[in-house]
């Protein structure tokens, strides 16, 4: 009898164990893992939710960012983490929604070893023309890329990245050819569309404001279902004559799969009390953000369908990673 207590007690404390866990986090600092350099959306994001993360429990959530290979490098090393919730990932559809079909090998399974916590933001992007391209509409654009075909180009920070992957989805379902030229990061390819080398680019909403307001880029199309408050009278691509059409990057926040959910639980809670619905909302907006605060179940559900839906674009456009 006395060995069927012990039995029922180590049971029960074994059972309680990631209750107790979930309570008494953190109780030192945390990583946030950034599988990119700083300053784009995914790192603004994750700094972000450290910062409030920091100020809720008095105990450092530290951003390092960890970049090389689109994103795999870093997200491996949350993928291979202890799943104690002092590893976490600044997420990003590169290396969890488009990588699986664009790398042959690659070092980690998206939905096996990382466990959704929260999806912070949606970050829109826009189809943008250079002023000198003489389209003032997707409608104008699809005549114009038909009248020329392969002869307009359009610059991407790389192969296989979301702006690729839009531009693709666009020249098929317009039934056009647009020529691609890669560049290795924003930085380039914005300048060179600036000075008009290249004709085309996708930017992210709040990265393009500046250059329309200051007539630089023309805006022609929003990538989404429906149109931005910033720029409310630029229609969407749906709108435009492409039903259905929609391309954003995300971010987002994740663990090692194994995480206890209660633990998973605290910080998503956490986090849409401190950024999703706190006075951020607001500002995030203004920014040109859109405000997603997918639990884990349906940030789980969104990444599986992202994961679908670039798989079909890669394949059908024969994209490989070179």
């Known amino acids: 009898m006395k060995l069927i207590g012990a039995k029922m007690l180590w049971g029960a404390l074994w059972l309680l164990a990631p209750l107790a866990?979930?309570?008494?986090?953190?109780?030192?600092?945390?990583?946030?893992?950034?599988?990119?350099?700083?300053?784009?959306?995914?790192?603004?994001?994750?700094?972000?939710?450290?910062?409030?993360?920091?100020e809720a429990w008095g105990v450092s959530f530290v951003v390092e960012n960890r970049g090389g290979a689109g994103g795999v490098l870093g997200t491996e090393l949350v993928a291979k983490a202890a799943p104690d919730?002092?590893?976490?990932?600044?997420?990003?559809?590169?290396?969890?929604?488009?990588a699986p079909s664009l790398y042959p090998k690659l070092p980690y399974e998206p939905p096996r070893q990382l466990a959704p916590v929260i999806l912070v933001t949606n970050t829109t992007s826009v189809l943008t023309v250079h002023p000198s391209v003489p389209a003032k509409s997707v409608k104008e654009l699809i005549a114009l890329a038909k009248a020329r075909p392969a002869k307009l180009t359009y610059?991407?920070?790389?192969?296989?990245?979301?702006s690729h992957?839009?531009?693709?989805?666009?020249?098929?379902?317009?039934?056009?050819?647009?020529?691609?030229?890669?560049?290795?990061?924003?930085?380039?390819?914005?300048?060179?569309?600036?000075?008009?080398q290249i004709d085309l680019r996708s930017f992210a909403t709040p990265a393009v404001l500046p250059l329309m307001k200051s007539g630089?880029?023309?805006?022609?199309?929003?990538?989404?279902?429906?149109?931005?408050?910033?720029?409310?009278?630029?229609?969407?691509?749906?709108?435009?004559?492409?039903?259905?059409?929609?391309s954003a990057n995300w971010n987002g926040i994740?663990?090692?799969?194994?995480?206890p959910r209660d633990l998973v639980m605290k910080l998503h809670d956490e986090i849409q009390r401190r950024v999703i619905k706190s006075e951020l909302r607001e500002q995030l907006i203004k920014d040109g953000y859109e405000i997603a605060g997918l639990g884990p179940d349906a940030f789980a559900s969104f990444m599986q369908a992202e994961t679908e839906k670039w798989a079909r674009v890669i394949k059908l456009a024969n994209i490989k990673n070179d």
């Open 155 to 162: 610059g991407t920070p790389g192969i296989g990245t979301v």
């Open 254 to 259: 994740m663990a090692p799969a194994g995480t």
């Open 85 to 98: 919730g002092y590893t976490l990932l600044g997420a990003n559809p590169g290396p969890l929604t488009i």
């Open 21 to 54: 866990q979930a309570q008494n986090y953190p109780t030192r600092p945390v990583r946030i893992i950034v599988p990119f350099m700083p300053a784009g959306p995914t790192d603004i994001n994750a700094r972000m939710v450290a910062q409030k993360l920091t």
């Open 165 to 196: 992957l839009t531009w693709e989805l666009f020249s098929h379902r317009a039934g056009v050819r647009l020529l691609h030229v890669p560049y290795k990061g924003s930085a380039q390819s914005t300048n060179d569309f600036l000075a008009g």
């Open 216 to 246: 630089k880029a023309r805006v022609i199309g929003i990538n989404s279902l429906k149109r931005s408050s910033l720029m409310p009278e630029v229609p969407t691509v749906d709108e435009s004559g492409m039903p259905g059409f929609e």
